[in-house]
């Protein structure tokens, strides 16, 4: 009988599909890593695997203790699950603007989750920060994951996502794109990709390209912290899990682009993801158009890999839901379901 032992197994593993309609007059391969498929629906489930149990080998987690972090999404899920396995309790912290929806998630999962309110200062003792360090002192066998700065999230990727892509891609890919929140998908996938093609000849691809994709506004590609809306990605201060030397390149890509992609994936390609997803196609395209520009022989050797984080489930409300999208601006009032988009 072939079987996991427990749901948590089966973190990582994740395929590579073509995209094909999207890429339309562009001559590169370009196929998306689709970590939705991961069992917590994120590549979050990588991190949180890996953390836990570097915890638990540095005697920082011990048997019966509890992971406090603060979290309202797709690392909440994945420390969740794994937790459950070991029988560790997962207390999050969410400021009150995450959606309800989001939170009752971590609550099927059988987590804790303490709601703090959005508009105070981050050192008034109510905020999301001063209530998350006050529960780590306060409850006995607390430990706190603390992804932003915790260098096994790099390690998991170092570990799995890039030996993946250079396994399935059979040693050719030229070309990763990643977004960046905290920044451990794209260095620790980028410096194993790096590693792995240090010694490839030019007429093979040479040393892999390294793409961070970026929303307009963010730290990484030269913002001051500007406010957008895709979740996940961008940061207004620099996280130590983010190592600044890996990336080749950082493109920026605005919310109107990532959303209008993401819709597209969904509608032409069968895939239904988030937006940071919609953002990293976009670089992805972005980036094969200008290979096209620059050498359309090596563009049309080139096999791009774009890692798309998460699915779109989480975000019917927002970028699936057309009145969202139009009070942004994202949509035109004529862009409503036509006869001829049906028949299409
Ligand atoms: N997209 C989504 C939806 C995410 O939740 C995250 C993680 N914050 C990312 C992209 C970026 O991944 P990383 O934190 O590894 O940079």
Redesign the pocket.
Known sequence: MRYAEHISDLVGGTPLVKLNTVTEGLSATILAKVEYLNPGG???DR?ALKMIEAAEASGELEPGGTIVEPTS???GVGLALVAQRKGYRCVFVCPDKVAKDKRDVLEAYGARVVVTPTAVPPDDPDSYYSVSDRLVREIPGAWKPN?YANQN?PAS?YESTGPEIWADTEGRVTHFV??????????GTGRYLHDASAERPAAEGGRVHVVGADPAGSVYSGGDGRPYLV???GEDFWPP??DPTVPDEIIAVTDAESFAMTRRLAREEGLLV????GM?VVAALRLARRLEEEDPAAAAKAVIVVLL??SGRGYMSKIFDDSWMRSYGFLDASDGVTAGDILR
């Open positions: 994120s590549v979050k991190i999404g797709n690392t992804q999230g990727h990643a977004g960046v929140g905290t920044g451990g998908t794209i260095t979740e996940g990605v899990a983010y988030g937006g940071s997803c990293a984080p998460d």
